[in-house]
């Protein structure tokens, strides 16, 4: 089978660039998007995200005419489902959180009038355990004259299979063409079909499993991050507990041959680290319990970190008995979940900057190279530039190693640097 035509389903940090690929490769590709400013963005070449090298493939595609956007899903050959699945919010403090696959339904629902006998189905959401059967059903019961491979096998008129994309943000692209892929077919021949399609740009090896063990390999290698984090989390506690430089620790630590300790920070953010562990505590409560006590790490660093900048107030506050709280400046540095990208989602550095303006009656600056405006939600704080910030701020708060930052050589006073640039 020929694929011609290519639609992605959501247009966002995984599935633009994917659609980006495809058309590069001179092939016909759909992207849908429920956001009409992302749509309309696109439509004129441009990309309404941060990814280094993704505006210039996206101008050539839409120039060419191998990438356009819509908000309603056309016929294609294959479909890629590339939605967020975040988690439901829970009742109680100390609650596990389930995942949520309203997206992911959505999703099935827009695509499966324009489905035909042949095509293929592909989910690369990261999804719990048993989602790509899940979207097969949902497809099943809207088109009961097609058949799915939970019904006809290998003779199903539908392929169906789960690929989840494994990537870092700010090398989305060099990563889609070079890392291996996952296929995770729901009969041999879906993998055989999505294999087929996926090498139209990706020059990484394509091994083929099942689709519970594709989804929950992207589980299991983002759920070992944060397991890692963790430890350098909770290693940062205790040094401080116990007045010993963690940056230097763990310098000395890694320097054995066998050892590498990640770096701490403010806590684990992303739609992926952040969330896909609790996506494996949900289904095995009981057996999950490292990955568990992992996220709980993970979690209460931020409160940590927002302690540490009362500790800092309550310091300079004492050295300058002459001023009240209202009179100090305290400026975050660093609003995304990781360096150098514009992405804010489960991002610990905007909680901690939301949550210290709504304690603190001062002025609160935030210092965000990446983005042009602050969310909405984010109440009493004035996005500011960095040399405004270091001139103005009295205490400084250092949440995101950016560039901008670590190309600095500073000597603050009153700092709270949760990743040792400073």
């Not at 999703?107 to 189905?121: R, T």
């Not at 680290?273 to 992992?294: C, G, N, R």
Request: proline residues 6%; charged residues 20%.
């Amino acid at each position: 089978m020929s694929f011609e035509t290519i639609s992605v389903i959501g247009l966002g940090y995984i599935g633009l660039p994917t659609a980006a690929m495809f058309a590069s490769r001179k092939k016909k590709v759909i992207g849908v998007d429920v956001n009409q400013h992302a749509v309309d963005t696109i439509n004129k070449g441009e990309i309404h995200i941060v990814e280094p090298d993704l505006d210039m493939i996206v101008h050539a595609a839409v120039t060419e005419g191998y990438l356009k956007a819509v908000t309603t899903p056309e016929p294609a050959e294959a479909f890629l489902i590339a939605v967020p699945t975040p988690f439901l919010p829970t009742e109680n403090e100390g609650d596990i959180p389930a995942p949520d696959l309203k997206y992911i339904q959505a999703a099935a629902q827009a695509i499966a009038p324009v489905l035909k006998k042949g095509d293929l189905v592909i989910l690369e959401s990261t999804s719990p355990v048993g989602a790509t059967e899940q979207m097969a059903e949902w497809l099943a019961q809207a088109r009961a004259d097609l058949s799915f491979p939970q019904q006809a096998g290998e003779q199903s008129d539908i392929r169906v299979a789960h690929c989840p994309e494994r990537v870092l943000p700010g090398h989305v692209v060099r990563e889609l063409v070079e890392n291996d892929r996952v296929i995770g077919g729901m009969t041999s021949l879906c993998s055989e079909k999505a294999i087929e399609l996926y090498k139209t740009f990706v020059q990484g090896e394509c091994v083929t499993t099942n689709a519970r063990t594709a989804e929950m390999t992207k589980l299991t290698e983002n759920s070992c991050r944060d397991v890692q984090i963790a430890f350098a989390n909770e290693l940062s506690i205790i040094c401080d507990k116990l007045d010993i430089n963690v940056w230097e620790l763990i310098s000395l630590a890694n320097r054995h041959p066998r050892i590498n300790i990640l770096q701490p920070g403010p806590g684990v953010g992303g739609h992926c680290i952040a969330v896909d562990p609790w996506f494996i505590v949900s289904k095995t409560p009981e057996q999950a319990q490292l990955i568990h006590t992992a996220r709980k790490v993970n979690d209460a660093k931020p409160e940590w970190v927002i302690n540490q900048v009362k500790l800092a107030v309550a310091d300079f506050l004492q050295s300058n008995p002459n001023k009240t709280a209202i009179d100090v400046t305290i400026s975050c540095y660093g609003l995304a979940f990781k360096p150098d990208i514009d992405d804010l989602r489960e991002s610990p550095a905007l909680v901690i900057t939301q949550k210290v303006a709504e304690f603190h009656n001062g002025s609160v600056l935030a210092v965000e190279p990446n983005v042009q405006s602050l969310p909405t939600n984010l109440k009493n704080i004035k996005l500011v530039d960095l040399e405004n910030a270091l001139i103005t701020a009295d205490i400084h708060v250092l949440l995101v190693d950016h560039q901008e930052f670590r190309s600095k050589t500073l000597s603050l006073p009153y700092l709270v640097d949760t990743k040792g640039v400073w």
